[in-house]
C-alpha cells in the first residue's frame, strides 16, 4: 500500500512537469510567432505606405481624403475572417470606408492589381489583428497593433502603435 501511494504522488508530480514544461514551450512558441509576426506586419505597412504616396502622387490627395478635420475616414485593412473584430470602431464620429472600396480606389488610381496584405494573426490576442488606415483633413496615419516594443512604435493602451508616417 505505501508502495502505491508513493508512485501516485510520483506520478503527480511528472504530471506537474509535463504540465510545466508544455507550458513554457507553447509560451516560447507564441512570442516566437509573434516576432515573426511584428516583421510581417511592419513590411505590410511600408507596403501601403508606399501604395498611398504613390496614389498622392498622381492625385495630389490620399485615398478617401475628406478635408473635413472634424470627421475622420476609417478603413480597417482586414481579411474576411478579421473584419468581426474590426467592430465597434472608435466611439467618436467618423466615416468608414470598407477594405474591398480601399484596395479598388488603390487599384484604380494605381493602374495596377495590388497584393493585399492582412496581419497574419487571424485571432487577436489581447490587441486587434488588422491594420488601419485613417485619414484626417490633409493627413493620415496607417497603423498596426505590435507585439513586442520598438523605438520608432508609440504605446497606446495595453498595445504597442506602429504609425506611418
Known sequence: ???FLW????????????????????????????????????????????????????????????????TPVYIFIANSDQQKFTHPGPPFAHLEISCQQFIAELEKVLGKKIDELYDPQQQPAKKPNFYIYMVRGNRYTLTAHLHNEYPFARRKAAGRLCLMP
Do not use: W
Not at 31 to 57: G, K, P, V
Open 7 to 70: 508512485l501516485q504522488k510520483i506520478v503527480k508530480i511528472a504530471l506537474f512537469f509535463c504540465c510545466i514544461t508544455v507550458l513554457l514551450a507553447a509560451s516560447a512558441a507564441f512570442t516566437r510567432f509573434q516576432q515573426d509576426a511584428d516583421t510581417l506586419r511592419l513590411r505590410h505597412l511600408q507596403y501601403y505606405n508606399r501604395l498611398i504616396e504613390r496614389y498622392h502622387t498622381i492625385k495630389g490627395i490620399y485615398p478617401f481624403q475628406n478635408n473635413d478635420p472634424k
Open 1 to 3: 500500500m505505501a508502495v
